[in-house]
């Protein structure tokens, strides 16, 4: 789709007009959006193996937002590198277990999130790592146990599950799904109202 000259028809027609936050905005620059996202998206190489996953979409929405880093699994003491860790379900219940040492860290990552979420003063969006059984919004995998190789279901990440509970009218979403143009869009629209869209959709999709 390289630099189109027009935003699609989706993008018109869902565009939210909202003249408070366009007055506000009249500066680009002056009001950044405040966006919580997983460090291991471009900012640290905090993953269980010490990778640092790159996104363009983050690189190129970093000059417009206020980006606020975090890494849950390194908040509750994990180090880098460290032994992948899983949500499993036992009567019922979610558990995060790192199966290689048998911890259940449930109640640190609960209470991790828990404080995290309910100290944070001002947010208008979360971009979180897709799949991760801390951070996913909709599609970690779940086990029946710690050592079964076949999940049984998909759900939010003790993070980013939480997160969508807790914030579930802001711009929530994970780097995988914004690669979705539509969605895209709409995330960009609930977290800068009427910010210059047009202007804003031309550089942020110059790629696609
Ligand atoms: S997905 Fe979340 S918990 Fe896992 S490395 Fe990335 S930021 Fe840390």
């Not at 989706?10 to 936050?21: D, G, K």
């Not at 996104?55 to 460290?82: H, Q, S, T, W």
Request: with cysteine; charged share 30%; hydrophobic share 35%.
């Amino acid at each position: 789709m390289g630099g189109s000259a027009r935003p699609p028809a989706f993008y018109q027609e869902s565009r939210m007009f909202n003249e408070a936050v366009c007055s506000k905005m009249k500066k680009p620059g002056t009001i950044k959006p405040v966006v919580i996202v997983s460090k291991c998206l471009g900012f640290d190489h905090c993953r269980y193996d010490g990778q640092i996953i790159p996104d363009d979409f983050v690189d190129k929405l970093n000059p417009y937002v206020e980006f606020k880093p975090v890494c849950a699994e390194l908040e509750i003491g994990l180090g880098v590198p460290r032994d992948p860790v899983r949500i499993v379900s036992t009567d019922g219940a979610l558990k995060l277990i790192q199966p290689a040492t048998g911890r259940d860290l449930t109640d640190r990552m609960c209470s991790f999130v828990s404080s995290f979420l309910d100290s944070i003063k001002r947010v208008d969006g979360f971009i979180l790592k897709s799949r991760s059984p801390s951070c996913s919004i909709r599609d970690a995998k779940i086990y029946s146990g710690a050592e079964e190789d076949t999940p049984i279901a998909k759900g939010g990440g003790f993070f980013g599950g939480a997160a969508l509970r807790k914030f579930p009218h802001l711009a929530v979403e994970d780097e995988r799904r914004l690669k979705n143009l539509k969605i895209r869009a709409r995330f960009l629209e609930k977290l800068f109202g009427c910010f210059e869209p047009f202007k804003l959709w031309e550089s942020l999709s110059k790629e696609y």
